[in-house]
């Protein structure tokens, strides 16, 4: 049973990065029939917040990225304090009194002098009277201490890893003021969740070669781990610089569906192709954990566009038929409306625009030059209703009266009856024009 979670801190906006993680896990679950979890990291009690935690449901609802079961770390810490105490008992958590002060101390005279700014277990080496004494002034923090040995990992996208513990520093699981930290809240929340696969940030292979430490030291072994390279602007510049123009708030604002970010991410940084997939099951079932790269990944923001009106082109009435009713747009008309409109479209929301021309009519956009050959035209155009053949019967007679063709017969007539230089096929539009017409002129 394959088991996943996307585990975000709720301190901020879902952006392109973090949904990066959450659709490979999702993925990956998926695929394998198996379950994903939702976890919020709220162990930081100034900088989580409710509404950042609704917003990312919200985020992942609108994507569609459905999740099995939620969990939230803070309604989890008896469990973390539990495995803090047993790793005391073991041995394995102690003590440290240094200030952050002092701890920067010691690493500029470490780099001065050439060496791993790597924290030297001065707290292991303190008799029990110096301990006293510390603890009489302060509470301590508390200290994974690491085995020096390789820590090694087929890593799902990296491939074998091997880090050497003595390179890494003990981690500090428990802050002075109480508070446990995410390496050891996650490794507890991982095994006892029975978590198989974890799939997060390259940003995150240290912690893993500490994590996978501490499971063990708990007693459970470790789910596997994949690391994905993070995703740059188009310039190689960091994506968090961009941030506020990507996080998925702004990009359903502007129109990108759903589908074009999770085809693009699914994607990108992979040896496959990217293609337009509406279908969820459709995406997990082609995602490979295996086909991606270890390189970062140049994203750029604007392919989104053109992903989106590829999908719109493709989505059949019956699904995008209850969006177009929030819209406005249904009744008998709707069916016909969609199909004459959809190869137009570069965003849903500008079907509501064809329908308030459907419906209303448009200010009619008529150069001076064209206005006799419109007058007579809209003078020929024969009463409603009109059919399939209504607009090439039309504009073949006015054709053969006025001697126009191509882009000077047909240009001024879009351009009189929507308003618009382009838009959708007049011959299956013009039908479903319910709105008032251009006056017309004495003609005849
Ligand atoms: N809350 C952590 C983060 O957002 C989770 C990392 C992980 O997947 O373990 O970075």
Request: charged share 25%; with cysteine.
């Amino acid at each position: 049973m394959t088991i996943t979670r996307f585990a975000p801190s709720p301190t901020g906006l879902l952006h392109l990065g973090n949904l990066r993680t959450a659709l490979f896990n999702w993925a990956l679950a998926r695929k394998a029939g198996g379950t994903f979890l939702l976890r919020l990291d709220d162990t930081d009690p100034e900088r989580s917040r409710p509404e950042f935690a609704e917003a990312i449901r919200a985020d992942l609802a609108w994507l569609g990225l459905a999740w099995d079961r939620e969990e939230t770390q803070s309604a989890r810490l008896d469990r973390y304090e539990a495995a803090a105490e047993a790793l005391k008992a073991s041995g394995r958590l102690y003590p440290c009194w240094e200030t952050p002060e002092e701890l920067d101390r010691r690493r500029k005279i470490q780099r001065t002098q050439g060496r791993p700014p790597v924290y030297d277990r001065a707290a292991l080496r303190l008799t029990e009277a110096e301990k006293a004494e510390l603890a009489a002034q302060r509470a301590p923090h508390w200290r994974f201490k690491l085995s020096h040995e390789r820590i090694e990992w087929v890593d799902g996208i990296l491939g074998e890893q091997s880090i050497d513990a003595a390179s890494v520093s003990d981690p500090v699981l428990i802050r002075a003021d109480g508070q446990v930290l995410y390496t050891l809240a996650s490794a507890v929340d991982d095994s006892e969740m029975g978590v198989t696969d974890v799939v997060r940030g390259a940003d995150h292979v240290t912690n893993t070669a500490a994590q996978i430490q501490i499971i063990r030291a708990l007693g459970a072994e470790p789910p596997r781990f994949a690391h994905h390279s993070l995703l740059t602007g188009p310039g190689g510049e960091a994506l968090s610089k961009r941030l506020g123009a990507l996080s998925l708030q702004d990009l359903r604002g502007q129109g990108i569906e759903p589908a074009a970010i999770l085809s693009l991410l699914s994607r990108l940084g992979s040896a496959d192709p990217v293609e337009p997939r509406r279908d969820l099951a459709e995406i997990a079932a082609g995602f490979d954990l295996s086909r991606f790269g270890a390189a970062p990944v140049k994203l750029d923001p604007a392919d989104l566009g053109p992903l989106t009106a590829r999908i719109l082109h493709e989505t059949p009435f019956a699904d995008a038929a209850p969006r177009l009713a929030a819209l406005g747009i249904e009744g008998p008309d709707a069916a016909p409306f969609w199909a004459a409109v959809q190869g137009n479209l570069g965003t849903l929301a500008e079907a509501a625009e064809w329908w308030d021309i459907a419906q209303n009519g448009a200010a009619p956009d008529v150069d001076h030059d064209d206005a006799d050959y419109v007058a007579l035209a809209l003078s020929r155009l024969p009463d409603r209703p009109w059919g399939p053949e209504t607009w090439k019967d039309w504009t073949g007679a006015l054709k053969a009266e006025t001697g126009r063709k191509g882009k000077a017969l047909f240009m001024p007539l879009r351009r009189a009856l929507t308003g618009r230089r382009a838009g959708p096929d007049m011959a299956a539009f013009l039908p479903l024009m319910r709105g008032p017409l251009p006056p017309r002129g004495p003609h005849g």
